[in-house]
């Protein structure tokens, strides 16, 4: 019959092999050590250091005396004492049959085989449900981690983009107030230097005598004292780059002439939003040809940008010529 060890006969019979092979590579060691030491030829024996003297350079006086001869005294053997009879033997004792060894043979129930194979089984397979777990585990942690540092740059790029709008959106602030600002001391400058140019009221002053005013042969019941001035617009500044749809032309009955630039805005719509006169530019301050100027700038129209800013200011200058 075949016979199953168990794991620990089967790790005690390694390890008494193991133990064997260890004492036998000792014992040869062991015997074969000598033959690494012997010396050939072997060491002889030490020397013995006589002393031969030297008649020749001995010196002194006194010879040393005879020597003297020991006296020998006949000594009588002492008889040998009577040697006491040897004990008996001690009887045999009666040889004990040594036991016989008889082979163990070990047999397992074919129930115990099989419920410790299940048993290994499902360790194993405890095992590898473990590191199973372990690695998801892992996982899910490492994509936790990688979620979260996605998150705080995400809320870090967000918070960087609404400090930058923030700041864009005060500068652009500023450089509108600024540009009020400025447009309105110009107004107030333009209106101061203008006067009481736009006051209401009638009449042609004085004229010393009565008569009709104009050339000697005119229509008395004319109401138009001046000829007519015509002016084109001109785009520049921040509006070059924005095409022109409508440019109408501007007509003025007046008899002054000179150069007239109005600053003017466009929404992304390429309408107009503002329109105010500026004296940089300008050649004159005619109220005359600056209101004819800003009221033909609002008629404008400029092509459509939807990614052009809130409000693209530049100039338009009118040059009026008296025809």
Do not use: H
């Given at each position: 019959?075949?016979?199953?060890?168990?794991?620990?006969?089967?790790?005690?019979?390694?390890?008494?092999?193991?133990?064997?092979?260890?004492?036998?590579?000792?014992?040869?060691?062991?015997?074969?050590?000598?033959?690494?030491?012997?010396?050939?030829?072997?060491?002889?024996?030490?020397?013995?250091?006589?002393?031969?003297?030297?008649?020749?350079?001995?010196?002194g006086d006194e010879n040393a005396a005879a020597p003297v001869q020991p006296q020998v005294t006949e000594v009588e053997p002492t008889p040998p004492a009577p040697a006491d009879p040897p004990p008996p033997p001690p009887p045999a004792a009666d040889p004990k049959p040594a036991p016989q060894q008889r082979d163990v043979i070990v047999t397992e129930d074919p129930s115990e085989v099989?419920?410790?194979?299940?048993?290994?089984?499902?360790?194993?397979?405890?095992?590898?449900?473990?590191?199973?777990?372990?690695?998801?585990?892992?996982?899910?942690?490492?994509?936790?981690?990688?979620?979260?540092?996605?998150?705080?740059?995400?809320?870090?790029?967000?918070?960087?983009?609404?400090?930058?709008?923030?700041?864009?959106?005060?500068?652009?602030?500023?450089?509108?107030?600024?540009?009020?600002?400025?447009?309105?001391?110009?107004?107030?400058?333009?209106?101061?230097?203008?006067?009481?140019?736009?006051?209401?009221?009638?009449?042609?002053?004085?004229?010393?005598?009565?008569?009709?005013?104009?050339?000697?042969?005119?229509?008395?019941?004319?109401?138009?004292?001046?000829?007519?001035?015509?002016?084109?617009?001109?785009?520049?500044?921040?509006?070059?780059?924005?095409?022109?749809?409508?440019?109408?032309?501007?007509?003025?009955?007046?008899?002054?002439?000179?150069?007239?630039?109005?600053?003017?805005?466009?929404?992304?719509?390429?309408?107009?939003?503002?329109?105010?006169?500026?004296?940089?530019?300008?050649?004159?301050?005619?109220?005359?040809?600056?209101?004819?100027?800003?009221?033909?700038?609002?008629?404008?129209?400029?092509?459509?940008?939807?990614m052009a800013p809130a409000e693209q200011c530049g100039r338009i200058s009118y040059n009026f010529k008296v025809q």
């Open positions: 019959m075949n016979t199953t060890l168990s794991e620990s006969e089967i790790r005690g019979d390694r390890t008494g092999k193991i133990t064997a092979g260890i004492g036998t590579v000792l014992i040869l060691l062991l015997l074969i050590w000598p033959i690494f030491f012997f010396q050939n030829p072997p060491p002889g024996q030490p020397g013995i250091l006589v002393n031969l003297g030297f008649v020749d350079v001995g010196q099989a419920l410790r194979k299940q048993k290994a089984r499902e360790e194993a397979a405890r095992q590898a449900e473990d590191r199973r777990r372990r690695q998801e585990e892992a996982a899910d942690e490492r994509r936790r981690q990688q979620e979260a540092d996605a998150e705080r740059r995400r809320q870090q790029e967000e918070a960087a983009e609404r400090r930058r709008q923030q700041e864009a959106a005060a500068a652009a602030k500023r450089a509108a107030e600024e540009a009020e600002r400025r447009r309105q001391a110009e107004a107030d400058a333009l209106k101061g230097q203008l006067g009481g140019a736009f006051g209401q009221g009638s009449g042609n002053g004085n004229t010393g005598q009565s008569g009709n005013q104009g050339v000697d042969d005119g229509d008395p019941n004319a109401d138009r004292l001046s000829g007519i001035s015509t002016g084109s617009g001109r785009v520049s500044g921040g509006l070059g780059g924005r095409g022109v749809l409508a440019s109408p032309p501007v007509q003025e009955n007046s008899q002054v002439s000179g150069t007239v630039v109005i600053e003017v805005c466009v929404n992304p719509d390429g309408e107009i939003t503002k329109a105010n006169y500026t004296q940089n530019g300008s050649s004159t301050a005619d109220p005359t040809l600056v209101a004819a100027a800003t009221k033909n700038a609002r008629r404008w129209r400029f092509a459509a940008n939807p």
